[in-house]
């Protein structure tokens, strides 16, 4: 693996505009979000954590960047997110940061729709969101899914985190993205919390599909739902590039959660280790 995915020379990203906004789940802060338009489509970014008094905090755009090697070991089909060191301005005041970006994965007359709305628009009867997608033939990419944000413990898998592409009479689920709100997420910078992160918790998570329960949601999957080779001495593969960006501790927690769920959901035949 290249460090093609990570931009460690300073860019100035002082133009963008960080006029969209979402609040997620559980978080004390706002991730602000841009856009540019070039010859290949939209270009996204995403800061991570952001409020007036403390500015950009946290490691939601290397949690992205750390979950999009993972599905790239794991061959799952997903939006590719790069790690920028860039300078960026907010409400008048400029930042040194990390942020996330990624393009558009749509082609040419693609269109696309968040699950809970599409699912709104064609359930049949009262079927559940898990019910609407078995019926369309889902069912393997929503174990994936599901056993996937078990191993990283993404908590925001909500109705607009998932993805339909609608290209003439065909619809089909689109590439997984957003999984920057996983891992040790909450502990920021905090030295002693990451120490103490149980990396077998299962926290409260804001899903669309199935509980709010990770744990509970495995039950819901299904046998060799994941194929791949994570257990390893050696991580770096992972954590390539990533010196400056991320503390050696959440590293450290980082490996740990992997490590031990990968072997729990082996240990359930929902994941064989290649």
Known sequence: MSNRDVVKKLQDYTHLAWDEKATTSGTGGTFLKS???????????????????????????????????????????????????????????????????????????????????YVDL???????????????????AISTMMAFDYLIINRDRHGAN???????????????????????FSCYNDEERIDSFDPMVDKNVNNYIGSRSLEENLDLVSQGALHGHLLSEDDTWLFRGLEEAIPACLKEKIAEIVT???????RLGIAEEL
């Open 35 to 117: 856009r540019t338009r070039s010859s290949r489509g939209n270009v996204y970014y995403k800061l991570s954590c952001y409020d007036r008094h403390r500015g950009i905090y946290g490691h939601e755009s290397v949690n992205e960047l750390i979950a999009s090697r993972l599905l790239d070991r794991l061959d799952i089909p997903h939006i590719p997110y790069k790690l920028v060191h860039a300078l960026v301005t907010v409400n008048g005041k400029t930042h040194e940061t990390w942020l996330s970006e990624s393009r558009d994965y749509r082609r040419l007359n693609e269109r696309r729709q968040a699950l809970d709305t």
């Open 260 to 266: 031990m769920r990968w072997q729990r959901l082996i």
């Open 162 to 184: 998932v993805e339909v592409i609608l290209r003439d009479d065909a619809v089909e689920l689109a590439p997984l993205f957003d999984h920057g709100v996983s891992f040790a």
């Open 122 to 140: 064609n359930a049949q009867g009262d079927e559940s969101p898990l019910e609407f997608c078995e019926r369309r033939g889902w069912s393997n």
